[in-house]
């Protein structure tokens, strides 16, 4: 059995799912069913609404001297290791195959990624492998390109990239998209435990804060910093990979879509808005291949496997990398 991560390559499930468990009997990776229920959107609109409320009352908090070096440094922390998480857990590793994990590695991944509260890794997995396959067009969850091109639609189609279609009650199919990870028993752990570490997200940080300055103004502000405000700017950093580096960015390399490179979020995303390379070559372990293109995702999954923990990293190749390259960059 296959499943296809992108137009250009399907990864072969050692396991058919359907081989594991009868079909009236298949495991879930969410608590969820595949509509979701109204308490779900409701969660969901808390879990967008607040942390962005947070951000928009960072200055006067910040103002007002609730903000202190070990705010910083934890919000820092819990940025690194939930965005890792996302970048090169979610993203690089369960969704395209970039590298193979041992398994200490692949469950912290799962752990660390969903620390992010971007959705339980099994249906995060789902909506990204299917946008791959249907990038820009009829099918792709999130292109803000569905309502056509002018002003209003663009705005309107920027707006259901960006944070729109997370509200969209029909689900990803997991059994479709993902059945590699639902025959992954850990990883089904992990997903189904969401709930569980989105609390530990929201709250390692107040309890960090509390016992580091021991006092309950410690705790609160490293909620509102490392909490709230950390968990508000990871969201509508990744968010802004399906929104803005569909629409702007350059375009070196060759795809199917309109994927761009947009350098100002480079950093900030862990090298994931050198968009157009990944688009164009999905299964690379690094998506920033030209010269003064910052990638720190490649770099952890270098240290990755250094270490031993990774092995069979798919590292750009340069004659595929010339192949792919646009008749602009050539010319």
Known sequence: MTISTSPERSIAVPNALEDIYPTDESPRGTLGDDRKKTWEQVALFGFVAVPLLAVLAAVPVAWGGWLSWTDVVLALVFYLISGVG???GFHRYFTHGSFKANRPLRIALAVAGSMAIEGPVVRWVADHRKHHAFSDRDGDPHSPWRYGEGLWPMTKGLFHAHVGWLFDVEQTDQR????????DADIVRVSRAFIGITAFSLLAPAVLGGLITWSWQGALTAFFWAGLVRIAVLHHVTWSINSICHVYGKHPFLSRDRSGNVAWLAV??????WHNLHHAEPTAAR???LEGQIDPSARVIRWFEQLGWARDVRWPKPERLAAKRSDAVRA
């Open 86 to 88: 996302i970048t090169v």
């Open 176 to 183: 479709k998209f993902a059945p590699d990870l639902l025959a």
């Open 268 to 273: 900030l995303s862990f090298g994931e808005s």
């Open 287 to 289: 998506h920033g291949v």
